[in-house]
T-cell receptor, first 112, second 115 residues
Framework: GDSVTQMEGPVTLSEEAFLTINCTYT??????LFWYVQYPGEGLQLLLK?????DKGSNKGFEATYRKETTSFHLEKGSVQVSDSAVYFC???????????FGQGTELSVKP | SAVISQKPSRDICQRGTSLTIQCQVD?????MFWYRQQPGQSLTLIAT?????????ESGFVIDKFPISRPNLTFSTLTVSNMSPEDSSIYLC????????????FGPGTRLTVL
């Protein structure tokens, strides 16, 4: 069945470091791909999305490109801030049925 | 976008009791969902709340344990019945549909602790 696998956390970085959080997926169809962020004590917020192969989603300095050939959707940011400390979830989504399938989440901690 | 509120935000309950969680959306939505997030874990879909018909449950979740109502296009409830400590989790409501280009928006969650 469909699944999403993320790199294990926690990931600890210094402020202004480069961030990559790996995400790979297994899908029987052609899903959309999402990154959600969960700040401490809060619900999930959509960070960015890509709906088809080679699409790049971007928001708040974060980027991810939908790579069908490597079944990946890695999250990147050039310079992280302390305020980026959160748990990041990669997810795939099929329009039909509307279900989200989440990865296990990656906790990011950014130190000043 | 859609703004989703949940009540209660948190609760501490005794074993064997039931708790009903409410989810309110600020606009009409086609689809509403209930997820569970156990401590330190990812989100697991419990069920899809269908307006005007019974909810559709995922494998491992049953209606007797998690009855769901969806009386209209902006509101849903999830009841956690006959609770045990293993039910201690964050329960999240989400909503989406074609009107939102199939994005899903999440409520802030209900943090449940069962003693």
């Amino acid at each position: 069945g469909d699944s999403v696998t993320q790199m294990e956390g926690p990931v600890t970085l210094s402020e202004e470091a480069f961030l990559t959080i790996n995400c790979t997926y297994t899908a029987t169809g052609y899903p959309s791909l999402f990154w959600y962020v969960q700040y401490p004590g809060e619900g999930l917020q959509l960070l960015l999305k890509a709906t088809k192969a080679d699409d790049k989603g971007s928001n708040k300095g974060f980027e991810a490109t939908y790579r069908k050939e490597t079944t990946s959707f890695h999250l990147e940011k050039g310079s992280v801030q302390v305020s980026d400390s959160a748990v990041y979830f990669c997810a795939l989504f099929y329009n039909q049925g509307g279900k989200l399938i989440f990865g296990q989440g990656t906790e990011l901690s950014v130190k000043p | 976008s859609a703004v989703i509120s949940q009540k209660p935000s948190r609760d501490i309950c005794q074993r064997g009791t039931s708790l009903t969680i409410q989810c309110q959306v600020d606009s009409q939505v086609t689809m509403m969902f209930w997820y569970r997030q156990q401590p330190g874990q990812s989100l697991t879909l419990i069920a899809t709340a269908n307006q005007g018909s019974e909810a559709t449950y995922e494998s491992g979740f049953v209606i007797d344990k998690f009855p769901i109502s969806r009386p209209n296009l902006t509101f849903s409830t999830l009841t956690v019945s006959n609770m045990s400590p293993e039910d201690s989790s964050i329960y999240l409501c989400s909503a989406g549909g074609l009107a939102f280009y199939n994005e899903q928006f999440f409520g802030p969650g209900t943090r449940l602790t069962v003693l």
